[in-house]
């Protein structure tokens, strides 16, 4: 049963794929470009009705009729601008979540079925008008019986199975672009795929969702930059979850922020400051922060505050990765492209064997362009497109571990572009990188350090004379070691000299004796020159080789010692 609704599934994405005139981009697979000509020979050629549009306006209508989840995923890719062609990734960032809202019942019958009580006992009041719905969830508003208002995130019903039976037709098609086409094979779809499997499946999981916005809340405790909504964990399970209701503007509302009269410079400086922050300070970033998750408090429009809300999908760093990442910042803003290119060789981006001086040229030539430059005149699509081409001349592998964050970017560059075009965001965020270098790596964070481990030490220092005992103990150990080492040594040179000896006394041993043999066999024919008879020089050279043989012979001595 399975099977046959793959098939089905696969044969409805057969056909919109053809619909929208994709089919020409699966013949030009090396494989198939012998089958090239078969397009002009197809209905579908014809009858396709926007054949003549752009591949990347195409590919994007197609994951619009395909539902949700590929909705989502590309999404995703067009984030992959290291992957992706530009015009098709430009494309795919226009996607958004157009999808229509199951029934109010139907959300109201899932709370029900959560709780295992109607409705009204839990809440005073359920709206069933959505207040948004997405791919995997939509939100209701709420009243609690004591007169708190909050929002009801409801999962999708049965959306789960649809993200599996879609989940196995994308690795089944890419591994067969894997197999098929030697482009793929470098696109590496598998991996893609499966990092999409990772976000999307961790998204269905609501109370992951409540724990990542808790987290986020207590590190923008009694902040002026970031208000994160309260999660009520008593009601939270993992299809609904309840969180405090917040009241903002949307940050795409840019005409009503400025009838309010909140400073938009303030307002993208403190955008760039959260980002900073978020990476850097607490390594714990909101990684989905599209216009729709991003709402604005004006109570003080000198001061304007931020309102996040959506918290399925959050990323962070190694420390490794951060400190990399953060030096390589600091060495950007400073352009020390040399420092930039040696980051990137410890830190393993890319191979061991690159030549710096080429790498750092590369990104100079990439980077110099765009400093002192309003955000209005910088697009970061472009600049990491042409990062990723330089970095791939150089063999850089894609860092799994730095797409979210490349994601988060390409969103700040979005937001500040709408809200302050004149946003300088290098002198924004150059102060920050250096007070985090010197705050990691300058003198208050050894002392740091030694505060933070000084309990430990002192728990620890009635044990310094056991441990001082025990360590001179094991430094005499190893010195006795080392001296018997030592004589084992000097007796094996003294053994290898001694056989090289051995072996000299029987090599000419043996060449004394088979002169003797020699001389006694030409006895009678050896010529009259020679000074000694040959009967005699057969006894000397005869008694020569056998001396020299029994010098050869290990002595007694030599063999009690082995």
């Known amino acids: 049963m399975k099977s046959l609704m793959q098939a089905l599934r696969l044969f409805h994405i057969n056909r919109v794929f053809l619909r929208h005139g994709l089919d020409e981009l699966v013949l030009t697979i090396p494989v198939f470009r012998p089958l090239y000509f078969l397009v002009y020979l197809s209905p579908w050629h014809w009858l396709a009705r926007d054949r003549r549009k752009p591949r990347g306006v195409r590919i994007r209508r197609m994951l619009e009729d395909l539902g949700p989840v590929w909705v989502k995923f590309g999404q995703m890719l067009s984030t992959r601008k290291d992957l992706l062609p530009e015009d098709i990734a430009a494309e795919l960032a226009r996607l958004q979540d ?131 909504p309260e999660v009520e964990w008593e009601l939270t399970r993992r299809n609904v979850m309840v969180m405090e209701r917040i009241h903002g503007i949307p940050i795409s509302a840019t ?30 970033f909101h990684a989905d922060m599209h216009p729709g998750n991003i709402f604005v408090d004006a109570t003080d429009p000198a001061a304007p505050r931020y ?49 710096i001086d080429e790498f750092e040229f590369a990104i100079r030539t990439v980077c110099e362009p765009i400093f002192e430059k309003p955000l ?22 894609v860092q799994p571990q730095l797409v979210l964050l490349q994601k988060t970017i390409l969103s700040i560059e979005g937001l500040g572009r709408d809200l302050y075009p004149d946003l300088d965001l290098w002198a924004t965020a150059k102060p920050f990188i250096a007070d985090w270098m010197r705050e990691r790596m300058g003198p208050r964070a050894l002392l740091r350090g030694l505060r933070e481990q000084l309990p430990q030490i002192i728990e620890r220092l009635p044990e310094a004379p056991g441990m001082a005992l025990d360590a001179l103990a094991e430094t005499r150990h190893h010195g006795r070691l080392l001296a018997a080492q030592r004589e084992e040594m000097q007796a094996l040179r003294r053994d290898l000299r001694r056989a090289n000896q051995r072996q000299v006394s029987a090599t000419l041993g043996a060449a004394a004796l088979l002169g003797a043999a020699v001389v006694y066999g030409l006895d009678g024919f050896a010529p009259r020159l020679l000074i000694l008879d040959a009967p005699l020089l057969t006894w000397i ?22």
């Open 541 to 562: 050279l005869g008694g020569l080789g056998g001396a020299l043989l029994l010098a050869a012979l290990p002595r007694n001595d030599e063999d009690e010692t082995h």
């Open 307 to 355: 309102i996040a809300v959506d918290f399925g999908i959050m990323g962070s760093l190694t420390v490794d990765d951060q400190r990399y990442l953060a030096e390589n910042f600091h060495a950007f803003f400073n352009r020390d492209y040399e420092r930039v290119a040696e980051l990137h060789v410890e830190s393993g981006w890319v191979p061991a064997d690159t030549r």
């Open 98 to 228: 157009r999808v229509p809202a199951f029934p109010g019942e139907r959300a109201r019958a899932i709370v029900e079925k959560a709780y295992g009580c109607p409705v009204g006992e839990v809440f005073a009041d359920f709206e069933a008008e959505p207040l948004a719905s997405a791919s995997i969830a939509q939100v209701h508003g709420a009243r609690l019986h004591d007169g708190r208002e909050v929002v009801v995130k409801v999962v999708r019903p049965d959306i789960r199975a649809t993200i599996r039976r879609d989940l196995g037709i994308m690795y089944l098609l890419a591994r067969l672009a894997a197999r098929y086409s030697r482009e793929a094979r470098r696109l590496h779809p598998v991996e893609v795929v499966g990092e999409f499997d990772k976000t999307v499946m961790d998204e269905l999981d609501l109370m992951r969702e409540g724990a990542n916005a808790s987290q986020l809340r207590r590190n923008f405790r009694d902040s002026e930059l970031l208000y994160v």
């Open 255 to 284: 005409g009503q922020l400025r009838e309010r009269g909140v400073d938009m410079q303030r307002l993208a400086e403190r955008g760039v400051e959260i980002f900073f922050t978020q990476v850097f300070r607490h390594n714990f």
């Open 376 to 397: 209005r005149e910088i697009s970061f699509g472009h600049f990491l497109l042409h990062l990723f081409q330089t970095a791939r001349r150089f063999d850089m592998e």
